[in-house]
């Protein structure tokens, strides 16, 4: 049995991982923890649930043996009822990462104004906003439920099975985006993009709508990690430089 426990925020994260275990069990998900308890003390909240064995995705040698696997337990995710979360947006939705890239890095920069990096963050920034890429994200599309969470290292290989873990960010979203946000999260860096690509249909990006709303949200998400490894750009510069020409590769190339 694992016991977990929680700090208090706005979203409850105990409440949403408890009634999300409960949910995808009840619609068939075998790759989750099975859940067994949930104490919702206001101090310190807890969750029980069985434990899961495996090794990280992230740390396996060939992760790509792996991955079938997990873009077959999204697609499983996809097809069942919002149920509790019709009207709860997963965390790092579009519209927060527009939100960040756009209301809170701006500032930031504007306080290292003398550093020449700053100078190409925004020749980035700019680019993208010409782009058009959050108003394309800005459209409706078909909400399905999401773990809100793409680290690989959640996802745990015990071959042939796979299992999920931290579940408390869950939400609606849209496929092409939570598409996106897997491709291109820092957990994912160390996969061929061609394997990715490969992968696509399977994470229902398998027409020209999908693609569309698909590269947008790739790069959005692409730059707001981008802004993140900004703020760590002494400590993890190798980090900070890698994604800083993956967005400029992304904005100048089509993905698919």
């Not at 782009?131 to 459209?139: I, K, Q």
């Not at 947008?216 to 750009?233: E, G, N, P, Y």
């Not at 890698?242 to 400029?248: D, I, S, V």
Request: proline share 6%; charged share 25%; aromatic share 8%.
């Amino acid at each position: 049995m694992c016991l977990k426990l929680y700090r208090t925020d706005k979203r409850d994260r105990a409440t949403c991982e408890y009634q999300t275990l409960m949910h995808v069990a009840e619609h068939g998900i075998t790759a989750a923890p099975q859940p067994l308890w949930h104490d919702p003390d206001p101090e310190l909240s807890v969750v029980a649930m069985t434990m899961v064995a495996g090794e990280p995705v992230y740390d396996l040698a060939e992760p790509t043996s792996a991955l079938a696997s997990v873009v077959a337990v999204l697609a499983d995710l996809r097809k069942i009822p919002l149920g509790p979360f019709t009207d709860l947006p997963r965390v790092d939705s579009a519209a927060n990462y527009i939100k960040r890239v756009t209301d809170v890095w701006p500032g930031q920069l504007d306080e290292h104004s003398s550093e020449p990096v700053t100078a190409d963050m925004r020749k980035l920034l700019g680019a993208w906003h010409q782009h058009g890429d959050a108003a394309v994200l800005a459209e409706p599309a078909l909400k399905v439920l999401s773990r809100g969470d793409a680290n690989l290292l959640n996802w745990l290989w015990n071959a042939p099975d796979i299992s999920v873990v931290d579940w408390e960010f869950t939400g609606y979203s849209d496929t092409a985006y939570d598409a996106a946000e897997l491709v291109e999260h820092l957990s994912a860096h160390s996969i061929d993009d061609d394997v990715w690509i490969s992968l696509l249909p399977d994470l229902g990006i398998t027409d020209d709508p999908t693609r569309r709303r698909f590269l947008a949200a790739q790069r959005t998400v692409a730059l707001r990690w981008l802004s993140v490894l900004w703020k760590r750009r002494h400590s993890r510069t190798d980090e900070f430089e890698f994604q800083a020409h993956r967005f400029h590769h992304l904005m100048s190339n089509d993905f698919i």
